[in-house]
Structure formats: structure tokens, C-alpha cells
């Protein structure tokens, strides 16, 4: 696999709570250079990089990041909000601690009400794997699958652990929908690891190391 064709389905992050508009500038001119997915960043940031990128630059942003567990008024107003300043991708983390409750309709409206707003724009559902039992994982499909979203992605990067190809992945591959693509993040590090994530059938990366891994290649 090329470095090109890895890099198309990078989401190039900067999320370190430290990251200054210095910091994000630098990622930005990265993700243009290089042409990956998009940046991800802080929703502080969004008008900002929309207006001094413009069309050269697909945002992407986070909501309810990184513990999920704020309430679904204010993930709606936080997703309405980056959208008007020019996201066009929204990755949401899920409400954990309702879904492993068991109160997965909580979790399945809460993500339902997120995609109508996002409309035509991308959902990702984060479910933070490495706090689920294989069972809340694949519960956490079926919600992802029945609220409509366009991907499920496996972590925060601010977890215990990131992406696991083969409990992960996997799982994932057996459980949701035949719409709901996968997005695997976290603890990626290698070329190795991005193309073995990407052959599973990943259509997405988080992996901040992505451009300076492959950089030297193009």
C-alpha cells in the first residue's frame, strides 16, 4: 500500500489539550501538504482554520470529548455549533457508563439526535473499547448501527488503550450494520499497524504520527 493511499483515510489529530493555534497551523499546512482525510481538531479552532483554509481543508471536530458522559442537550448544542462554524465531520463519544448500564436506548437516541443534525455531513461514534466487555461492544454496534451513524471508531487516544485489531475490529466487522463504516484510533503508530488496520476493512485512521511516519516515502 502506498503512503498516499494510507494517508487518504488518515483524520491527521491534534487533540493534546496543550495545542496552541501555532500548533494547529502546523497540523493544518500537514494535512494539506500531505492530502489526508481531514484535521481533526478542537472545536475552539474550527472558524479559525475555516477561514484561513477554506475549501483546501476537510475539519473534522469532537464533541462530548473525551468522557462522554456530559448530557445530550449539550452534545446537540456542541454538534449545532461546530457545524455552523464549518465542521463537516463530528466525532461524538458515546455515554459509557449508560451503556454499560444497559440503557442502550439512552445511547441510541442520544446518537440518532446527533445524525439528524449532521444531516449529509459524517457522525462517528466513539465507543471507547478498552472500557467495554465484549458484549457492551457489540451492544455498542447495534446503537451506532440504529442511530444512524456513518462510522463507529474504536477510541478517544485518552483511554487506557486504544485500537485492537483483532478484539476490536473484528468484533466490530461481525456487528454492525452493512452502512456503518469503521474508524480505528489510538496507539497507531507504525506503517505496519495503518496498513493492517486499513486491510481489515477500516476506511478511517485517527493517528497523529501518520504524516511524520510516511512523510519521508512521498
Request: include cysteine; proline fraction near 2%; hydrophobic fraction near 40%.
Amino acid at each position: 500500500m502506498k503512503a498516499e493511499e494510507i494517508l487518504a483515510h488518515v483524520d491527521h489529530t491534534l487533540l493534546k489539550r496543550t495545542a496552541t493555534w501555532a500548533d494547529i497551523q502546523r497540523t493544518c499546512d500537514e494535512a494539506v501538504k500531505y492530502h489526508t482525510a481531514t484535521v481533526m481538531v478542537p472545536s475552539s479552532y474550527v472558524p479559525r482554520i475555516v477561514a484561513e483554509y477554506g475549501d483546501a481543508l476537510k475539519v473534522a471536530t469532537v464533541v462530548g470529548f473525551p468522557n462522554g458522559n456530559c448530557n445530550t442537550a449539550a452534545k446537540i448544542a456542541e454538534t449545532a455549533q461546530a457545524l455552523a462554524d464549518g465542521a463537516q465531520e463530528i466525532d461524538m463519544v458515546i455515554n459509557i457508563g449508560m451503556l454499560k448500564a444497559g440503557e442502550t436506548d439512552y445511547v441510541t437516541d442520544e446518537i440518532r439526535a446527533l445524525k439528524k443534525l449532521c444531516g449529509a455531513r459524517v457522525l462517528k461514534v466513539i465507543v471507547e473499547t478498552c472500557f467495554l466487555t465484549e458484549d457492551e461492544i457489540v451492544a455498542a454496534c447495534h446503537c451506532v448501527t440504529d442511530g444512524g451513524a456513518d462510522f463507529i471508531k474504536t477510541s478517544t487516544g485518552f483511554g487506557s488503550a486504544g485500537a485492537k485489531l483483532s478484539e476490536d475490529i473484528e468484533c466490530f466487522k461481525k456487528h454492525i450494520g452493512p452502512k456503518v463504516q469503521m474508524k480505528a484510533a489510538g496507539g497507531i503508530h507504525t506503517r505496519e499497524e495503518m496498513e493492517a488496520f486499513l486491510e481489515a476493512g477500516c476506511t478511517r485512521l485517527g493517528a497523529s504520527a501518520a504524516v511524520s511516519v510516511l512523510k519521508d516515502e512521498l
